[in-house]
């Protein structure tokens, strides 16, 4: 079947990529965990990926974008439409695009995202809301405002990056290797972070629930993924009492921050993050 | 000369043993890097630990005695002092005693402590007001409540262990490789924390700050520092509007940190840490 393109979601810390056909179906895919903090040889990996494409054209989206990643694509200022992204793709050899990630320059509270904003034009493409609060959890959770299908402003917190960084070396490493499967001790943590809690404070507060009796090692981890996302609400909702809330993202990302968010005594609605992304890059093939 | 004893500050992330004189004064020093998140040979660490105590008995204080170090030395219970650590001390072979730790066992808010006791018993042996809230910045920060020459309570913010996992790997290591040394930064972190901030977003700022060009490269490292310091300070101090405040640790950490209580409006006393240890190993083996 022919190849109309390839595209690849490149993140921090994993990737997707993509053969779509003309008519904007996945004809193949697949993942693995060469995100840009975890590749040293871009020029080769950017190279392997040109042979998967046999040929049709590469867009690719995220941090491979950024000084961490491959070749830096000069981010689009906000607030920007699909239109100001898709005009800043910037090609750095023949049959490979890097869209631009989205900045706010305000000196107060200035933010960069890369890849997300694939994905929020996706999801508008998918029929969200064109006004509202759009929740992109993961290594650096993104909490976008669009007006008028435009990306108006947005915020980030290192959810993500923070657990995995406690997870590879910290006093919490051990008992962040047990799963996090119990919603009772993640909706705990949430609340606490609720009720005032001091994340940098509870974290350790963890280690000594465990180690006084007061919480089974295997709830530890679900409880330091509720004070995390606790904390990540929290900031993402400040100032937007009103707005409505769409998650993106993989769907058991999604269900627990619409998990917490209920908590929080927010509803929301989810969107596929991966359908998400798909739909942007046809929207932004379009727009190109 | 005679030893009398070897003692170890043994911790998560350093250790630093000295040989101890009948009259108290200290022989000779050594410092490393193997706490005991980077050991994995215990037995032979401390068999070494014995051959250069050359025959005198060590004293182990700290994270050695804890479930992730050697053998386990069970917490006493707060409210505590001295004489109640002192008898609880465990002797797993002939010459080796581990001292316990503290805990506090409020269902509400469990803490944990190993080696910060040792330091706030020999603070108050140094003449620190009996009553009074000790911080002990560090890996693990401390944040004790003294009553009559008792530990009655304390919190714990995990500020150093987060910066060395975010140092490790994470968006940020790249700029947390660079120098701490700009207070003016610095001081902004804390003041943005002590203003409301969520610091999980407010890491994730830094790396936006310097892609934005609002914040120098050079300068994000300190930023970070004030970020969560000003989080430890908050978390600290929540609670203890009027206490004396003495901090004791190395004099990098305490004029960092009582920059950032001068901030918040409260003035400090600070004692050295590794003064401290010492005086609280007399203290102690004096109570045995």
Redesign the interface.
Known sequence: MTVACVAVDWG?SNRRAFRIAPDGTVIARFADDRGV?NVDDFAGEVAAMQRWAAGAPLLLAGSIG???GWIEAP?VTAPAGIADVAAAIIRPQPGVGIVPGV???N?A????MRGEEVQLFGALALGAASDGLFCHPG??SKWITARNDRITGF?????G??L???T?????S?LLALPADDDMAFGDGVDTMLAGG????E???V???V??G?LPPAAASSRISGL?IG??I???L?GKPDDRITLVGSPGLCRRFALALARAGRSCASIDGEAAFLAGVRAILRAT
Do not use: Q
């Not at 915020?155 to 959810?159: A, H, I, Q």
């Not at 001091?198 to 404070?201: H, I, L």
């Open positions: 921090t903090l950024s000084n961490r981010y900045a706010v320059r000196p509270c200035p933010a960069v290594t650096h915020t980030s917190v290192m959810t990056d923070l995995a960084a406690l590879a070396r910290s006093i919490l051990d001091d994340v940098t404070a974290l350790f507060g280690r000594a629930r180690l006084t007061h995390l904390a990540d929290i900031a993402g400040r």
